[in-house]
């Protein structure tokens, strides 16, 4: 096949890898400093100490979606781009990679919600408690922005570049406006809620335009939706346990913990759909313990 040579059709091209990439940047600088704003009025208004803990929450619960934001837009992304000319398998992988991430990243962040108290006073100190409120509420914003990311990949792989500069500008708007109302009617934690507040914004913004660059179809709440409601009742066992055990935090965690993992994995094979389990069936392992059901 001889190559493209036509001077206005390779100036169209250009113009539209132009404007893909200056829409991933203003979204890119959105997104930081949306990110980043909380963190900022927390350190100008509510004091250097509630800062600290707000940093330790912050780490344990949003960093670990920025790892996963790594590995998923340098491997989903462009694997997604090449199935653009099969619509039926592009959806499919898309839903496969959703159903796998969500099945895991989903109960690590509600049962981090779950245990953040008695985590974070056995790991740094009862004069870090406050770090333990912050957590349970930015486990919700680390949670939200995980499966974010693989939306995201797939609104790109679509080519809806102008799509995630929008979503992420009414996010950086929203986190502005509900930050203020937070800071005023309920301090630190009245901020933190409202970070949480503007992510869920984002997060359902994203889901619809994902589901719009999929042809419509509802894989992605079909691909986390038990899990969801799975991991939800265990993160509510997990902590009615908590409030029923004598022992101190190490002890009440480690029960948490084992508690919470075994209910989730018996709960979960238990609500396998059809088409979940015609995906699991598919993996080393897990495949045999469904096979088995």
Known sequence: MQPVRDPEFIAL?????ERFGLHLQGSNVLYYASQNLVAIV??????????????????????????VQGVLTTVLAPAFALLQSDPAAFRRKAYVSMFALGLLYIPLMLGLAAVARPFVHFAYGAEWAQAGTFLTLLAGVG???????????????AGRSAAILRITAIEAVAAALFVAVGALL?????LVAAYLASACVSGALTLREAHRAVGGDPIFLRAIGRSLAVAAAMGAVVVSVAALLPWRHGPTLLMQVLLGVALYIVLRVRALSDEERAVVRGWPLAGLVVARR
């Open 13 to 17: 091209r250009v113009r539209g890898i």
């Open 42 to 67: 927390v350190g100008k208004l509510i004091g250097a100490e509630t800062l600290g803990c707000f940093s330790i929450a912050f780490g344990l619960a949003v960093v670990p979606a920025q790892q």
């Open 143 to 157: 949670l939200v922005k995980g499966l974010e990311h693989l939306l995201r990949c797939v609104i790109l792989a």
């Open 186 to 190: 309920g301090g630190a934690n009245g």
